[in-house]
């Protein structure tokens, strides 16, 4: 069984910012890739960042590009989203997924978090 801790959601005004974390107890066997989507009352979940924990390479959704970083410490098994410049629209449960391939698609991911809330005000 593997388990997805998230931390470090909350509540800021626009402009702040919130820096996530993800912690897996271990990588189902073939799991290269870590990733962040978020979903919002009444919307479809949404790829936000995902990164390959071997390599380094990552992918943004382009409403986040230059706002957002994902990172990662491969060894622990860990990856963080630092977010910046956070917008009303960031507003969502943002949840932590673990996958074979950085696909922006949710029904690629076997794992999943529990999620976090981020709430931004104007």
């Known amino acids: 069984q593997v388990q997805l801790t998230e931390s470090g959601g909350g509540s800021v005004q626009a402009g702040g910012s919130l820096r996530l974390s993800c912690a897996a107890s271990?990588?189902?066997?073939?799991?290269?890739?870590m990733a962040w989507f978020r979903q919002a009352p009444g919307k479809d979940r949404e790829a936000v960042a995902r990164i390959y924990m071997r390599g380094g390479s990552s992918y943004y959704n382009a409403s986040v590009e230059g706002r957002f970083t994902i990172s990662r410490d491969h060894s622990e098994k860990t990856v963080w989203l630092q977010m910046n410049d956070l917008e009303p629209e960031d507003t969502a449960m943002y949840y932590c997924a673990v996958g074979d391939v950085c696909t922006a698609r949710a029904a690629d991911y076997g794992y999943w978090g529990h999620g976090t809330q981020v709430t931004v005000s104007s």
């Open positions: 271990r990588y189902p066997y073939g799991s290269n890739c």
